[in-house]
Nanobody, 117 residues
């Protein structure tokens, strides 16, 4: 059974930091591209950050320079370090695993991030 379990969300003031974690089980983690998505109320889910099998990363423009995605294949875990948080970063953040070629993918249940004073 495949599971992606996110943690680390919460309430933080503008300018603060959070570190999200996503622990995977039931998959060969090192063979999966890992993504973080987010969905704000009333908006479509958007891709925030990607980390490939080789560790290459890419980010949506709105988070470049503030967010960092990383992975630890030994721990089957992907992280999203979020710094200089803004109210517009408020959303449910989802972990996503996908094989590089093909239609196999999995989603976590999401973790709420709220940026507010």
């Amino acid at each position: 059974q495949v599971q992606l379990v996110e943690s680390g969300g919460g309430l933080v003031q503008p300018g603060g930091s959070l570190r999200l974690s996503c622990a995977a089980s039931g998959i060969r983690f090192s063979s999966y591209v890992m993504d973080w998505y987010r969905q704000a109320p009333g908006k479509q889910r958007e891709l925030v950050a990607i980390i490939t099998l080789s560790g290459s990363t890419n980010y949506v423009d709105s988070v470049k320079g503030r967010f960092t995605i990383s992975r630890d294949n030994a721990k089957n875990t992907v992280y999203l370090q979020m710094n200089s948080l803004k109210p517009e970063d408020t959303a449910i953040y989802y972990c996503h695993a996908r094989i590089p070629i093909g239609a196999i993918d999995y989603w976590g249940q999401g973790t709420q991030v709220t940026v507010s004073s």
